[in-house]
């Protein structure tokens, strides 16, 4: 220690800072000695007599204000206390060890305790430091860490168990923690020397530290007597999950841990009975933060028994103060939630005959109960509801005491509004046989409830005059719109049934005859306009029979495997031109798509009118994206709740940018003649058949939108896997419409034609016979088949209609085929009924639906005929 305490160095007084000072005094000296020199002289010089009188003079007025000061003591002799000294030796007595280091670790100075720890009569360092402190490697990690800390300019304090060298801090045997620190320090005296420093603080936290254990003891000591106290105790967050429930709960219920580590068991849902969860939050809701609730319930066990219990719910922060031993502790907020405590009430029902023991068992009965019950008063306010009634008419909020006249009608119309006014006084005047009223509920009023009211039986000391109990009849209202429905829908397919077949006929006449006149018609002639006008509306009432076979999902579908990416690629410039200039057009389609079987003709038309909607949309421009991707049957899982079955897809969505659809008009978009344009610029149909045409694939349709932002179309269609037979049939359909395209349609063959229409029978002889063909008549299938045997079975190929008197297509298929089995045929039918498809069976065959123009006769007979 010798020299530390005599020769302590200051950080304004060290020997650099002196030397600072002598240098800059050096000049003043050096100007006094010259003056008192040259004085000297002159007085010798003997010329200077009157100059020295006035200096003596001054002189003694000088030593005259000296001595009257020095009287009066404003002027003392002795040596000045440098304000740094006295700053050291206060620094002396802190209870904590101070350093001050320069970055590099040099040290400047340190008070008399830091001193003592490093037990070091030279200057002390990091190493030094570390074993005064024990020389553990926690100490050492924690100093390494408070160096680099210190020489980034930052402040650090590390808390370290160390094992003191001496006993500069206190008792030895005391001290066990100390808390070492780091912080920037910045010199504000005379000094030159204005490096940063860094200062070093060590501090006993012993005492903090036993304390912090103390408490920790004491926090144990409560939680092993909450874990063991006779009730059960669970702690939940305000949205009901559990954080926590003690030993004796979790033995009641049988949960494999305190934490219900069970799956099952993770909120207040899961352990109460029916809506007991909604139902303790609402009361939890409703009280004042410090009361308390309290009501009977069944809890459910892990194997699925009810455990009949008294729950007594209270806020967290007041219950965990009443636990506590030092109510303090739990003064401030811990985050919100409740406390409850659950009482086993097995034991009480044990004495059934007890009064008590009846109401609270009416009282579970009641809470639990999965149907809505209420009580009115007779002033006609609600006295008391269950959980499901709040949870099914009052949106989860109990109605208590507000009037059951403006709960059951807040959002229904006058006539319902009446219709529960007039029972409601009927009910409290005694009398029953009321009918049930449904009221509809809920944000977007989208739950349907059935509301019952029974009179009470009037006594002296009750209060309650009526029963109200409401079920949920929201499914059911759903089932009968969709029975009506469908009703609707196959009253409509019936209607396009019935008519397509004649009508169909006679479309196919008007096209096929405007066919031949074309023929003869130059372009330049005047009757050319007209009869393509002809055609074309022929063509437009051929597409609105469709839309109601689509409507009805009754249509004939030309099913086939198709690749999507493929169809959408085709469809690109159709739907170019669809939508027009103003619309970017954007195809999105997905790497290795999945097959599906459909109709293409049908799935394009349904894309187009999708594709058309969005144009209407977006009168100004914007953006319409068709994507394509495969769906896979975990991602179909989400859909489960809209009604789609589980499995795998290919996804087709069509989006706008447009201005989206309203949530009051969304779930009307899909019904037959229902559209929101103006009279005469939409027939409500487009959309309908849409629906109609994915449902009759197997597929499914949803539809999003939001106001301002557009609409996105969703189609579902199921995935198909091919099989050799399928590939073979892609291939052999590529290398034929190869062939169409490039040769022409005339051809060389037999041909018998089946058709009972006479008008649709002579188009098609003088289509096929211009075409090259030998074409015989029959009108239905028992003279097609005398045909058949006077010609000996010498017949390349059969065009038939499928519904015709006496004898329909199929029978007649059927029995020539016993005579020549890979006899060729070709049905035409504008609507092939269920009964038809399911004669065919396995037959092979083609088909070509009616109305068909001259070339698709043509073609598909050369067609059948070259394969």
């Known amino acids: 220690m010798s020299g530390i305490g005599t020769q302590r160095q200051h950080v304004f007084g060290d020997g650099p800072a002196v030397l600072a000072d002598v240098r800059a005094h050096a000049g003043l000296i050096a100007v006094v000695v010259g003056a008192g020199a040259a004085l000297i002289a002159l007085i010798a010089s003997g010329t200077a007599q009157p100059i020295l009188l006035i200096v003596l003079s001054l002189l003694a007025m000088a030593g005259a204000f000296f001595i009257f000061g020095w009287m009066v003591g404003h002027i003392h002799f002795g040596t000045a206390q440098s304000r740094h000294d006295v700053a050291g030796m206060l620094a002396d007595d802190f209870n904590e060890a101070l350093q001050l280091t320069r970055n590099d670790g040099a040290r400047v100075w340190a008070n008399k305790r830091f001193d003592r720890i490093l037990d070091r009569s030279a200057a002390g360092n990091i190493a030094a430091l570390e074993l005064g402190l024990g020389g553990s490697s926690a100490a050492s990690e924690a100093i390494f860490r408070l160096t680099r800390a210190a020489q980034s300019g930052l402040a650090r304090s590390e808390d370290v168990k160390v094992t003191l060298a001496n006993d500069a801090l206190g008792p030895r045997e005391l001290i066990t923690w100390v808390r070492i620190s780091v912080s920037p320090f910045q010199s504000g005296g005379a000094s030159k020397d204005k490096r940063p420093l860094v200062l070093w603080k060590i501090s006993d936290i012993t005492s903090e530290r036993q304390k912090q254990a103390a408490a920790v003891a004491g926090y144990e000591l409560q939680l092993e007597r909450y874990e063991t106290m006779p009730i059960g105790l669970l702690a939940a967050d305000d949205d009901g999950a559990i954080v926590h429930m003690n030993g004796t709960l979790a033995r009641w219920l049988g949960v494999s841990d305190k934490l219900g580590a069970s799956t099952r068991v993770s909120k207040l849902a899961d352990l109460l009975a029916a809506d007991g969860a909604e139902l303790l939050l609402d009361m939890r809701r409703r009280r004042r933060p410090d009361e308390i609730v309290s009501t009977d319930l069944d809890l459910v066990c892990e194997d699925g028994r009810l455990l009949p219990v008294r729950i007594v719910c209270q806020t967290a922060n007041d219950a965990l103060s009443a636990l506590a031993d030092d109510p303090d502790e739990f003064s401030q907020p811990v985050g919100g939630g409740m406390v409850i405590a659950v009482m086993d009430r097995r034991e009480e029902e044990i004495d059934d005959a007890t009064t008590?023991?009846?109401?609270?068992?009416?009282?579970?009965?009641?809470?639990?109960?999965?149907?809505?019950?209420?009580?009115?008063?007779?002033?006609?306010?609600?006295?008391?509801?269950?959980?499901?009634?709040?949870?099914?008419?009052?949106?989860?909020?109990?109605?208590?005491?507000?009037?059951?006249?403006?709960?059951?009608?807040?959002?229904?119309d006058d006539d319902t509004s009446k219709a529960i006014g007039d029972g409601l006084e009927k009910v409290l005047s005694g009398r029953g046989n009321i009918p049930p009223v449904d009221i509809v509920v809920g944000a977007k009023s989208e739950f349907t409830r059935r509301v019952y009211m029974s009179p009470l039986t009037h006594t002296g000391s009750s209060s309650e005059a009526a029963i109200l109990y409401a079920i949920d009849v929201t499914e059911q209202k759903a089932l009968e719109a969709k029975f009506a429905q469908s009703q609707k829908m196959d009253a409509v397919g019936k209607l396009a049934g019935f008519v397509a077949h004649d009508f169909n006929n006679m479309l196919t006449a008007i096209i096929g005859f405007s066919d031949f006149l074309l023929q003869t018609h130059r372009p330049t002639d005047p009757a050319h306009a007209d009869i393509m006008n002809i055609k074309s509306s022929a063509n437009r009432a051929a597409g609105l029979v469709g839309k109601l076979l689509a409507?009805?999902?009754?249509?004939?579908?030309?099913?086939?495997?198709?690749?999507?990416?493929?169809?959408?690629t085709d469809l690109a410039s159709l739907l170019k031109r669809s939508v027009g200039e103003k619309i970017e057009l954007k195809l999105s389609s997905g790497r290795d798509l999945w097959y599906v079987k459909t109709d293409k003709l049908q799935l394009e038309q349904a894309v187009i009118n999708l594709a058309v909607n969005a144009r209407d949309a977006m009168p100004d421009g914007g953006r319409l994206t068709i994507r394509t991707r495969n769906l896979t049957e975990r991602e179909s899982r989400r859909l489960q709740q809209r009604g789609m079955l589980p499995g795998e897809y290919v996804e087709i969505e069509v989006s706008d940018t447009g201005t989206g659809i309203p949530p009051d008009v969304i779930g009307k978009i899909f019904e037959p003649f229902f559209t929101t344009k103006e009279v005469g610029k939409g027939t409500g149909l487009?959309?309908?058949?849409?629906?109609?045409?994915?449902?009759?694939?197997?597929?499914?349709?949803y539809a999003e939108s939001s106001l301002g932002d557009g609409t996105t179309f969703r189609i579902y269609l199921p995935r198909y896997h091919l099989d050799e037979k399928d590939e073979a049939a892609i291939t052999e359909r590529v290398e034929a419409k190869n062939r169409v395209q490039k040769a022409d349609l005339t051809g060389a063959g037999r041909v018998l034609l089946v058709e009972d229409e006479d008008v649709v029978r002579s188009f098609a002889v003088r289509a096929l016979t211009r075409q090259g063909y030998e074409v015989l008549e029959a009108s239905d299938g028992l003279e097609a088949l005398d045909v058949m045997a006077e010609q000996n079975g010498n017949i390349d190929i059969v065009v038939s209609d499928v519904v015709m008197p006496a004898m329909d297509g199929p029978?007649?298929?059927?029995?020539?085929?016993?005579?020549?089995?890979?006899?060729?045929?070709?049905?035409?039918?504008?609507?092939?009924?269920?009964?038809?498809?399911?004669?065919?069976?396995?037959?092979?065959?083609?088909?070509?639906?009616?109305?068909?123009?001259?070339?698709?006769?043509a073609a598909k007979v050369k067609e059948q005929l070259e394969t």
């Not at 009846?358 to 209420?374: H, L, Q, Y």
């Not at 487009?686 to 349709?701: D, E, N, P, R, S």
């Not at 029995?815 to 035409?828: A, G, H, S, Y």
Request: hydrophobic content about 45%; glycine content about 10%; cysteine-free.
């Open 356 to 412: 008590e023991v009846a109401g609270v068992r009416f009282a579970r009965f009641f809470r639990s109960a999965p149907i809505g019950i209420a009580t009115i008063g007779r002033d006609g306010k609600i006295s008391s509801t269950n959980a499901a009634f709040s949870r099914m008419i009052v949106d989860g909020t109990s109605g208590i005491g507000e009037a059951a006249l403006d709960v059951l009608a807040r959002t229904g």
């Open 811 to 857: 029978t007649m298929l059927k029995e020539m085929r016993k005579t020549n089995p890979d006899l060729k045929i070709i049905f035409v039918s504008g609507y092939p009924n269920e009964a038809f498809q399911q004669a065919l069976g396995e037959e092979t065959f083609a088909f070509l639906p009616k109305p068909f123009s001259l070339p698709q006769l």
């Open 551 to 568: 409507l009805a999902r009754q249509q004939t579908l030309m099913v086939e495997p198709l690749q999507l990416g493929e169809v959408m």
């Open 686 to 701: 487009g959309l309908a058949t849409v629906y109609g045409i994915v449902k009759q694939t197997g597929g499914h349709i």
